[in-house]
């Protein structure tokens, strides 16, 4: 069974950088594009950044210029570069795949940033 394992969250000061890390086990890794979600307390999870097996990247408009998407094949692991990160930005982040269907969730890493 394919299991994601997200990792890095912490707290941080307004301003300040994270870099999370998940690790896909099993094959898909190769054949997947793989994204990077977001759930913010009483809100719906939303993907922030996405990236294909080509390195093709897509952000939300709110973290567009702040994070980076990225991927290491050799270790089956998706990386979220996280800068200037502003209070809002606080949430559980979670990744998965966001075509097809959803391999299932890992726990997620909490990222707070305080003002």
């Known amino acids: 069974q394919v299991q994601l394992v997200e990792s890095g969250g912490g707290l941080v000061q307004a301003g300040g950088s994270l870099r999370l890390s998940c690790v896909v086990s099993g094959n898909i890794f190769r054949i997947n594009t793989m994204g990077w979600y977001h759930q913010a307390p009483g809100k719906q999870r939303e993907l922030v950044a996405s990236i294909t097996v080509g390195g093709s990247t897509n952000y939300a408009d709110a973290v567009k210029g702040r994070f980076t998407i990225s991927r290491d094949s050799a270790k089956n692991t998706v990386y979220l570069q996280m800068n200037s990160l502003k209070p809002e930005d606080t949430a559980v982040y979670f990744c998965?795949?966001?075509?097809?269907?959803?391999?299932?969730w890992g726990q997620g890493t909490q990222v707070t940033v305080s003002s």
């Open positions: 998965n795949r966001p075509t097809g269907a959803f391999l299932v």
